[in-house]
Nanobody, 115 residues
Framework: VQLQASGGGLVLPGGSLRLSCAAS????????MAWYRQAPGKQRELVAL???????NYADSVKGRFTISRDNAKNTVYLQMNSLKPEDTAVYYC??????????WGQGTKVTVSS
């Protein structure tokens, strides 16, 4: 399975972006899908996660601003990011883990929040 992340770019503080992660196959087989991010000089961190049953988890730093969702028909997971802050600047990676615990990563999409 391949994951293709897209939607990154340059946005002003307070702005919004929607990231997409398209899977080459069905996402039904994944136990969960997630978005991680890695800022320059920092470790990769979990941003948001959505389980196959639809429940979600978020990092405290993005709660109330980011929303993860999935479209099973399109084999795509989204990350809607609102009220963006400069500290959200990072490369965002799509991640998936199957029921057999195989892990897959997308190539990353860069988000820059700056005036």
């Amino acid at each position: 399975v391949q994951l293709q992340a897209s939607g990154g770019g340059l946005v002003l503080p307070g702005g919004s972006l929607r990231l997409s992660c398209a899977a080459s196959g069905s996402i039904f087989s994944f136990r969960f899908m997630a978005w991680y991010r890695q800022a320059p000089g920092k470790q990769r961190e979990l941003v948001a996660l959505i389980f196959s049953v639809g429940s979600t988890n978020y990092a405290d730093s993005v709660k109330g601003r980011f929303t993860i969702s999935r479209d099973n028909a399109k084999n795509t997971v989204y990350l809607q990011m609102n009220s963006l802050k400069p500290e959200d600047t990072a490369v965002y990676y799509c991640n998936a883990k199957s029921i057999t615990m195989d892990e897959f990563w997308g190539q990353g999409t860069k988000v820059t929040v700056s005036s």
